[in-house]
């Protein structure tokens, strides 16, 4: 069974930073997932991809509203996913989850998710 474990949320002021870990249980499993990423949800809102790496390709893919603001990253060895936010806006406000896409086969999709962790932007 793998788990994500989200942390490094809370309160921040516009403008300022927050940097966001997603731990994996499964040892390997951030190395080898075909994409891992982050989603975030707002209260009555659609949940919404933030930012995924694409393993095949080596790339990394951002929604247009935070490019330039976020960095996704990934450290194999400690087996963990980071989200570097800077110059966090109120809109940012939501829970944000990890996620792993596992595709076996080339057809068959698992996808496993974090607890979620929840960013407040708010002065």
């Known amino acids: 069974q793998v788990q994500l474990v989200e942390s490094g949320g809370g309160l921040v002021q516009p403008g300022g930073s927050l940097r966001l870990s997603c731990a994996a249980s499964?040892?390997?499993?951030?190395?080898?997932?075909?994409?891992v990423g982050w989603y975030r949800q707002a209260p009555g809102k659609q949940r919404e991809l933030v930012a995924t790496i694409i393993t095949s390709a080596g790339s990394t893919n951002y929604a247009d509203s935070v490019m330039g603001r976020f960095t996704i990253s990934r450290d194999n060895a400690k087996n963990t996913v980071y989200l570097q936010m800077n110059s966090l806006k109120p809109e940012d406000t939501a829970i944000y989850y990890c996620n792993v896409r596992i595709v076996l086969l080339g057809k068959y999709e698992h996808n496993f998710w974090g607890q979620g962790t929840q960013v407040t932007v708010s002065s």
């Open positions: 499964a040892s390997g499993i951030i190395s080898s997932g075909n994409a």
